[in-house]
């Protein structure tokens, strides 16, 4: 089991989610596995982010129906030699992050580009150091998703090439319980369409 620290640092929900998302042999588990796992993580009161009156009644998350078209392959960018960032949350805490690289794809015949960060905590571990951090904004927001965003987790590709899965796209814990302190995906990762994939609105909160 991991140790989970959120209270104090974003790392919990970086290990959470990757958690989930463990590997087999090299390869990413499938959006449905993604899924699954993450409705079992949400269940279980000794690792889900909701309120224990919430729990009570929890049975699964509210996702968009599995959309092949959102999974795109993307064109990665190394940036080496960008200057670490406090990344604003919804409190008063500021996590340090650097720009690690940007995305490029076409989704639905449009063309976009997203940046793509590392958390300098999660990178002196040694267990942890590849993992990227992917928050994002769409017109989605306020409506079907959450208000202020959801993430996609990666980790360092290869090569200069990337998948992104938008199937498994989640929300901060922040969309479950004011308790926790949840990073604000930067202005310039906000896409100007509908994601119609991964993790809906929590409507009890």
């Known amino acids: 089991m991991f140790k989970r620290f959120y209270f104090v640092t974003i790392v919990f929900i970086f290990i959470s989610i990757f958690a989930v998302q463990a590997q087999n042999e090299g390869k990413p588990i499938s959006s449905e596995e993604f899924q699954k796992e993450l409705n079992e993580e949400y269940a279980n009161p000794e690792t889900s982010p909701l309120d224990k009156e919430d729990l009570k009644d929890f049975k699964e998350l509210e996702f968009y129906e599995i959309d ?33 690289g940007e995305v490029y794809f076409t989704l639905k015949g449009k063309e976009y580009q997203l940046n793509v960060y590392q958390g300098l905590e999660l ?21 079907t998703t959450y208000g202020n965003g959801r993430y996609l987790d990666l980790r360092i590709p290869e090569s200069d090439s990337i998948e992104l899965d938008f199937n498994k796209a989640y929300n901060p814990y922040c969309a479950y319980s004011s308790k926790y302190s949840c990073p604000i995906p930067p202005a310039e990762n906000d896409l100007d369409t509908e994601i119609l994939a991964g993790v809906q609105a929590y409507d009890k909160h």
Do not use: I, W
Request: hydrophobic share 30%; no cysteine.
């Open 123 to 143: 990178q002196k571990d040694p267990d942890y150091y590849d993992y990227l951090f992917l928050p994002f904004t769409d017109l989605t927001n306020g409506r």
């Open 68 to 100: 092949p078209d959102y999974v795109v392959q993307a064109s990665f960018v190394r940036t080496p030699m960008e200057s670490p960032f406090t990344m604003k949350t919804s409190t008063d805490r500021e996590p340090v992050y650097v720009k690690y």
